[in-house]
């Protein structure tokens, strides 16, 4: 069983910076692409930005390209996204997420079989 476990959340001002980092255990994370989304109230979860098993390739929505960026240490069992310029849109509880499967979108929450507990992000203006 993996456990994907969220830090990084906070309270920051609009234009500030912020970096989620999302630990793995389990042996279940080798080779697996990881994602992460968002919700905020009463509003659907969406996509953010998602990374390859490799590293090698990253997804990211049209509103956070540019100002996010994800990585990953495979070594360490972790993901993260570097948040820049954040906006009051940012607002959100965040959440990581372990692909189930090779195949499918990147962008689906359906092809993702893990997910951690959430961070709360708030971005005042």
């Known amino acids: 069983q993996v456990q994907l476990v969220e830090s990084g959340g906070g309270l920051v001002q609009a234009g500030g910076s912020l970096r989620l980092s999302c630990a793995a255990s389990g042996r279940t994370f080798s080779g697996r692409g990881m994602g992460w989304f968002r919700q905020a109230p009463g509003k659907e979860r969406e996509f953010v930005a998602a990374v390859s098993w490799s590293g090698d390739t990253t997804f990211y929505a049209d509103s956070v390209k540019g100002r996010f960026t994800i990585s990953r240490d495979n070594a360490k069992y972790t993901v993260y996204l570097q948040m820049n310029s954040l906006k009051p849109d940012d607002t959100a509880v965040y959440y990581c997420?372990?692909?189930?499967?090779?195949?499918?979108?990147?962008?689906?929450?359906?092809?993702?079989?893990?997910w951690g507990q959430g961070t709360q992000v708030t971005v005042s203006s």
């Open positions: 997420a372990l692909r189930g499967s090779s195949s499918g979108s990147y962008y689906s929450g359906t092809v993702y079989a893990y």
